[in-house]
């Protein structure tokens, strides 16, 4: 194979060092799968709840409080409730959050976290002081109640007040209650909420400014108004640390607010990675009572909560049965031994060919695969990207290569996905590729290798041999390989 050059390890080393300074202001770096996890807000049911800082709206028998509603979430399959802070008692004592918090247990309900009211853009002084001080108060009752999360805003700022100082004051506060949250482990999430936060770069601003890893985005899907709120949502979902979900969106300049796109809300989260909760924070007029229900059955269906759907099973750990050798020149034979898929050595491929149906993109292919012998990649995993194809590489050029080829006409050893990883001789590698639209992302084991924007770029196969893989091929060069546990899911 092609030996690497003088500007490839610069890329691959120098390069690295400077990405890794980088990474201290960048998205979360989360290990795995995406996991949707779904919960409900308690602010669903504003007008019920009889402790409220809101004028009650239901008659006497309607009203509940945050016991009923947390039974309510149990009875509904929630694995999770969102407790808004407005509907607690006004006299809140340790006892009562400790008895949510047994409450919630008992029930097998997870406190997803809790939301607070704050305006952290107000001129220095006494009423900023209280906003501070009743953020921080809360994150007391949060560790308290065992919620890992806390929804705060930035707030408007007075007239008077120039949008670079609100922006200044903001980022302060957010840095005084991080620090106190952070030593009682709980999460702070901005929520594009208007204010200053209304579009993505002052929110994202403010995010990347304040220097606390305690820190993240509370991604509201129905509080975009700009002119593609996807488009909005995608940007800022890679910081996020909560979300919440409505079921409506207004793009700017819409009469009407429109139906949420509940899978494309779901496939910008898994293109995120997002792993924690998603919880229905129901605004809209109809009664919640009988409107909640049914989209929380839509949620877990299209989130499949917890997790995603299920894989399929490509490979019986038996016989080649769904396969067949490809029929790559020079290439080594292929068997079944001990629950595994074995290449031997060809001169140069030998790989196999799945002969099912395989999806065009939202999928995830699965594999284990190892290096028994061999000094080159032990998995060459080419799959379908739209009308064209790719291949991951694991394991090349010499024995440490991973990249995809080929984008723009660069193949794994020349484009933005390569890096260098050292795999032994004999161990087993759980090697994972996702397909979306624009984006292609690998792990091997819960790194993540891959996570590449091809949104604009010519995806292809390089050029050779390689190209019998098409559709669904894994293959080997020079190597004595093994396969097992392939598997693919829908997304």
Known sequence: MIPFSRRHFIRLTGGALIASRALAIEPFKRGGAARLNLSLAAYSFRDFFKDSNRPRQAAAERQIDILDFIDYCADQGCAGAELTSYYFPKELTEEYLREVRRHAFLRGVEISGTSVGNNFALPKGEARDKEIASVKTWIGYAATLGAPHIRIFAGAPPKETAHDEAVKLCVEAIEECCAYAGSRGIFLGLENHGGIVAEPAVLLEIVRAVKSPWFGINLDTGNFHTADPYASLAECAPFAVNVQIKPVIKPAGAAEEQPTDYARIAQILREANYQGWVALEY????????????????????????GSTKSEELFDGKTLTGWMATGFSGAGDVAVENGAIVLEPGNDLTGVNYRGETPKTNYEVELEAKRVEGSDFFCGLTVPVGDSHCTLV???WGGALVGISSIDGEDASENSTTQTMRFESGKWYRIRLRVTPGKLAAWIGDEQVVNVDISGSKVTLRHGEIELSAPFGIAAYRTRAALRGIKIRKL
């Open 283 to 306: 605004e809209s007029k109809p009664d919640p009572w009988t409107a909640v229900p049914p989209i929380l059955a839509q949620l877990r269906e299209v989130f499949n909560a917890p």
């Open 394 to 396: 694991v394991g090349g």
